[in-house]
């Protein structure tokens, strides 16, 4: 019998994903960031997105900086899809001797992204546990066949991410802005041809695209912005941490190349969140990362169960899947 | 400071609603079986449920069963609206020294139950925690305007209830059939005012009927169907388990009295599934039960997080709200 550790995340939904049958008007099942579905003239993306305690913020943490992420990663889903954000339901799983307050927090957390971002709560539930968790589920939209997936980059395209990584821990997983703006402008704009969001790495993201667009994706690690929590988590090389460090939730995108002095221009003129081009895409499979740091040992980024003596897979440099 | 079993879930839940704005193209928010929102011409249903191991299940219960359950949940709120099921995306929760075999036979269990009822997984997420958990949320469709309320109960209208009630602790919490060709049939042949389905207790959810529709809700005992299980469960009278256990996931519902016969006629031709009169709705407030069992001191139903010395509310006889 193989347990959830023995596999880690990806193995696991891959296997979920093979027991589940085609749905009416489903455009794009498990394997994005998003789901999506048809309905009348638009295209709708669903997500779910669980916050637990010890996993992804550490008991005691200020409600409302919790209500902040789990919403954010929800809304960074949507904005991975060129989306906009409307309706959200979130599960809560509490001790019974948790005070009511800390529920307000959240929820206070909550709202304030979402009056900044689009988007209303409209449901959700509570339940007994150990441990506080939150599970938000949310709908977006976005006109019908427009959703920006992980599919559709192509060798010639160049590949940009959004701001600069690594070292979210410090802070940023806890207070980050979700790129919605620029996810539907690039969808309006029609300039990207596949996009996902930074959610487990720079190098584990690449790798799905890299992955889902059936091309290889080379990343030139000298070109990578370096957030400046990134040169103050712990001894290790900032760029490691920009490669590999999890839950920036910034954006990845490729550009087909005729369109990237556009691309360029325009984003200064709409957008203080930078955009740096950080390498192509090629005929091929696998991630290829020219420049890493020596450190690099084939650590492609965070994955859920993985036993810690068994992260190295295909996301790591000079692989050739 | 208040703790969340000084609340109990009803009161937690209130709370929670006072924090949420108004949302774009929301029909109804939090306070119904689902919310509704406007999709272009359709409405759309939307409602999550957590099934959780201690709480809604037994550590080592078959897998399927766990599956079935808490898809079923959420079809059986997708069917007190009148509608058809869709989408569902499931986030788990799982100890990492879990077996995949348990999460492919949840699977298993939610999928052959979705292949009778409609709709599809379509997406999820799989997090680490200490406890089996699944959190499930559900995407269901009517044409706008068209959804079966709490609300919608008059003075005058007849109370009926699908099934047979109590003893689900048993096994049907666990194999229930969601009421949906019921609802929607419901809907579409314009029978009923208002409707709830039974998933923690028939006095609770007549409760939440009255409330909502500002109305008192007779319910007659007497004529109250009591399910075989609940002359096993113990040495309680079977009508007092009917009328307060929880998860039977029947439907009660509302009907005007100039509708009933063709009601109940139409019912016999269509559905196997007994439907039953059990009272009447009245101008006033509250619920008040006539033939009670005396032994009922005002257990309304089961509610979460409440502490067990304070579970007597408004749902109980008499009350006068």
Chains 1, 2 share one sequence.
Not at 126 to 137: D, Y
Not at 162 to 182: C, I, M
């Amino acid at each position: 019998m193989t347990t959830l550790e023995q596999l880690g995340e990806r193995k696991i939904i891959e296997a979920l994903a093979r027991l589940i049958g085609p749905g009416r008007d489903v455009i794009t099942g498990i394997g994005d960031d998003c789901a999506v579905v048809r309905a009348g003239t638009d295209d709708w993306v669903i997500t779910t997105d669980p916050v637990i305690e010890g996993v992804h913020f550490l008991s005691g943490e200020v409600p409302q900086r919790i209500g902040h992420k789990a919403v954010g990663r929800v809304l960074s889903d949507v904005a991975s899809m060129g989306a906009e954000p409307l309706w959200l339901a979130i599960n809560i799983v509490a001790p019974p001797t948790l005070e009511l307050a800390v529920l307000e927090g959240i929820y206070e957390g909550a709202n304030a992204l979402l009056a900044r971002c689009g988007g209303a709560i409209i449901g959700g539930d509570v339940a007994q546990g150990n441990n506080l968790e939150l599970h938000v589920f949310g709908v977006g939209r976005l006109p019908a066949g427009t959703a920006l997936l992980r599919s559709g980059a192509k060798p010639g395209d160049l590949l940009y991410v959004t701001g600069a990584l690594g070292g979210s821990l410090l802070g940023k997983h806890l207070d980050f802005t979700p790129r919605l703006a620029e996810g539907q402008w690039l969808r309006e704009q029609q300039l990207a041809t596949a996009m996902i969001d930074v959610s487990d790495g720079l190098l584990s993201e690449a790798n799905h695209l890299a992955e889902c667009s059936r091309a290889r994706v080379m990343v030139d690690a000298a070109r990578v912005p370096t957030a400046p929590a990134a040169h103050h988590v712990d001894t290790h090389a900032p760029l490691a941490h920009a490669l590999t460090d999890g839950e920036d939730f910034e954006l990845l995108f490729t550009v087909p190349a005729e369109k990237t002095s556009v691309l360029e221009q325009a984003w200064r003129e709409h957008f203080e969140t930078p955009c740096t081009c950080i390498g192509t895409v090629e005929p091929g499979g696998g991630v290829h990362t020219l420049h890493a740091p020596e450190e690099l040992t084939g650590n492609p980024g965070y994955e859920h169960f993985r036993l810690s003596d068994s992260t190295k897979n295909a996301g790591a440099e000079n692989a050739t899947e």
